[in-house]
């Protein structure tokens, strides 16, 4: 807890808004979409899910293959409980729709599907994408699943995997992914590992957003091993996200903006 102060003191410290970013790409997106304050109707759509699952006294055994929890003592565990504490608030629901309108990726690998409020905003951002979510606990995902059927929400495959093997068994044909939300397994290995099996995915317009960067010294140490890349050009540390772009007109800058 005393390191993501410092680190959310030290965020404020160096972020900035719209008038400190003198990049035409990163200010478009950070003025058109991050602070776009319309009031779109995909949003009570989003309330609704989250109302669904936090009415939802359930329980349910969690198995977890990542970092673990630092709210849940027991793997038994009640689905309200859950979409309160583990799943994307309700702000950063509404901003992954809006990220996920503002570039329209046709399709989208989502790692870590938990409940799928976040996967709600991206199949929602755009309703023509084809989204693949992975969840290694197949009781949380039969929850999201019947989430998704309730919401007709029939753009999402969901698959119970652990997250390595499917990646590594990735077919070349498949490399046309556009958009991918990392929220799986927050250590610095894994997420390290993650990224570098799917460097061969990456296209000019492809867009990562790696979640909870600042959730321990260990994913500080991968998102600063993510910044220093190579391949990277542009990154933006929102706190909460780091948001990864490979655009090779670009030249390499590190942005920090509050949202």
């Given at each position: 807890m005393?390191?993501?102060?410092?680190?959310y003191?030290?965020?404020?410290?160096?972020?900035?808004?719209?008038?400190?970013?003198?990049?035409p790409?990163v200010?478009d997106?950070?003025t058109?979409?991050?602070?776009?304050?319309?009031?779109y109707?995909?949003?009570?759509?989003?309330?609704?899910?989250r109302?669904a699952?936090?009415?939802?006294?359930?329980?349910?055994?969690?198995?977890?293959?990542?970092?673990g929890?630092?709210?849940?003592?027991?793997?038994?565990?009640?689905?309200?409980?859950?979409?309160k504490?583990?799943g994307?608030?309700?702000?950063?629901a509404?901003?992954?729709f809006?990220i996920?309108?503002?570039?329209?990726?046709?399709?989208?690998l989502?790692?870590g599907?938990?409940?799928?409020?976040?996967?709600a905003a991206?199949?929602?951002?755009?309703?023509?994408?084809?989204?693949?979510t992975?969840?290694?606990?197949?009781?949380?995902?039969?929850v999201?699943?019947h989430?998704?059927?309730a919401?007709?929400?029939t753009?999402i495959?969901?698959?119970?995997?652990e997250?390595s093997?499917?990646?590594?068994?990735?077919?070349?044909?498949?490399?046309?992914l556009?958009?991918?939300y990392?929220?799986?397994?927050?250590?610095?290995?894994?997420?390290?590992?993650?990224?570098?099996?799917?460097?061969?995915?990456i296209t000019?317009?492809?867009?990562?957003?790696?979640d909870?960067?600042h959730?321990s010294?260990?994913?500080?140490?991968?998102w600063?091993?993510?910044?220093?890349?190579?391949?990277?050009?542009?990154?933006?540390?929102?706190?909460?996200?780091?948001?990864?772009?490979?655009?090779?007109?670009?030249?390499?800058?590190?942005?920090?903006?509050?949202?």
């Amino acid at each position: 807890m005393l390191q993501q102060v410092k680190s959310y003191l030290n965020f404020l410290y160096h972020s900035k808004n719209e008038h400190g970013v003198h990049s035409p790409f990163v200010f478009d997106l950070v003025t058109k979409c991050f602070y776009d304050k319309q009031h779109y109707p995909e949003y009570k759509l989003l309330k609704n899910y989250r109302k669904a699952l936090l009415q939802n006294k359930n329980t349910i055994e969690v198995t977890d293959f990542g970092a673990g929890s630092r709210v849940f003592k027991s793997n038994t565990r009640v689905i309200n409980q859950i979409a309160k504490t583990a799943g994307i608030s309700s702000e950063r629901a509404k901003l992954l729709f809006r990220i996920t309108r503002y570039f329209q990726p046709e399709n989208i690998l989502e790692i870590g599907t938990s409940l799928g409020l976040a996967t709600a905003a991206l199949s929602l951002g755009n309703p023509k994408s084809k989204i693949t979510t992975l969840e290694g606990c197949e009781n949380t995902l039969a929850v999201a699943h019947h989430q998704f059927e309730a919401f007709d929400l029939t753009n999402i495959r969901s698959v119970a995997t652990e997250f390595s093997s499917f990646i590594k068994n990735l077919q070349p044909i498949t490399y046309n992914l556009k958009l991918i939300y990392f929220d799986g397994n927050h250590s610095k290995a894994a997420t390290l590992e993650y990224f570098e099996l799917l460097l061969p995915t990456i296209t000019n317009e492809t867009v990562w957003i790696f979640d909870d960067i600042h959730w321990s010294a260990d994913m500080e140490s991968a998102w600063e091993v993510i910044k220093n890349h190579p391949k990277v050009t542009v990154t933006i540390d929102t706190f909460q996200w780091g948001l990864v772009f490979f655009r090779k007109e670009q030249p390499k800058e590190h942005f920090v903006i509050r949202v």
